[in-house]
């Protein structure tokens, strides 16, 4: 039994022997990575403002509401077009079941970001935020987890968009 332990998985031979670096980088700094920050931090950052209105009823937080949730989703669908890119043109990105699942929260994350914009578009910010803009900036937090639990798998478990250097 000792033996079978020991001998390597031919299934994940075959998978590390695909290329896993990075189609879309600036200097050897893969884009997608270097994107993803700015939509993560105005998911959060929306659902902090609309907490701060609940708390307050200032109509500022409503303004600041409007224009993170609206450049949350657009810096998510420009991330989200890289990634796409990286999932599709990249081999070993593409035959790893954690790339999918990243890939399916980030594009229901993004959906949600669109729907939370659209919403206080639409209705107008002071009758969308309470309390149906709230819970989507709650779901889109929540999914902003799942996306980047996924995405940090691939990167620390899987290595997956690393350039090393021959000189490292």
Same mark, same amino acid.
């Given at each position: 039994? %000792?033996?079978?332990?020991?001998?390597?998985?031919? =299934?994940?031979?075959?998978?590390?022997?695909?290329?896993?670096?990075? *189609?879309?980088?600036?200097?050897?700094?893969?884009?997608?990575?270097?994107?993803?920050? /700015?939509?993560? %931090?105005? =998911?959060?950052?929306?659902?902090?403002?609309?907490? /701060?209105?609940?708390?307050?009823?200032?109509?500022?937080?409503?303004? =600041?509401?409007?224009?993170?949730?609206?450049?949350? /989703?657009? *810096? !998510?669908?420009?991330? !989200?077009?890289?990634?796409?890119?990286?999932?599709?043109?990249?081999?070993?990105?593409?035959?790893?079941?954690?790339?999918? %699942?990243? %890939?399916?929260?980030?594009?229901?994350?993004?959906?949600?970001?669109? *729907?939370?914009?659209? $919403?206080?578009?639409?209705?107008?910010?002071?009758?969308?935020?309470?309390?149906?803009?709230?819970?989507?900036?709650?779901?889109?937090?929540?999914?902003?987890?799942?996306?980047?639990?996924?995405? !940090?798998? $691939?990167?620390?478990?899987? !290595?997956?968009?690393?350039?090393?250097?021959?000189?490292?």
């Amino acid at each position: 039994m %000792a033996d079978a332990q020991s001998e390597p998985n031919p =299934v994940i031979e075959k998978l590390e022997e695909k290329d896993k670096t990075s *189609a879309i980088a600036v200097a050897g700094h893969p884009l997608h990575a270097m994107s993803v920050h /700015f939509p993560i %931090a105005l =998911v959060f950052g929306t659902l902090a403002v609309d907490v /701060f209105y609940w708390w307050t009823a200032d109509s500022f937080w409503l303004r =600041v509401g409007l224009w993170t949730s609206g450049v949350a /989703f657009f *810096a !998510g669908l420009a991330a !989200g077009v890289v990634g796409t890119f990286e999932l599709l043109l990249v081999a070993g990105i593409r035959a790893r079941v954690a790339s999918w %699942a990243h %890939a399916i929260a980030a594009i229901m994350l993004i959906s949600v970001a669109g *729907a939370n914009w659209g $919403l206080r578009i639409g209705i107008g910010p002071e009758e969308a935020v309470l309390p149906h803009g709230m819970l989507l900036s709650c779901l889109a937090a929540v999914l902003t987890g799942v996306a980047g639990w996924h995405g !940090g798998k $691939l990167i620390f478990d899987h !290595g997956i968009g690393l350039m090393v250097s021959s000189k490292d």
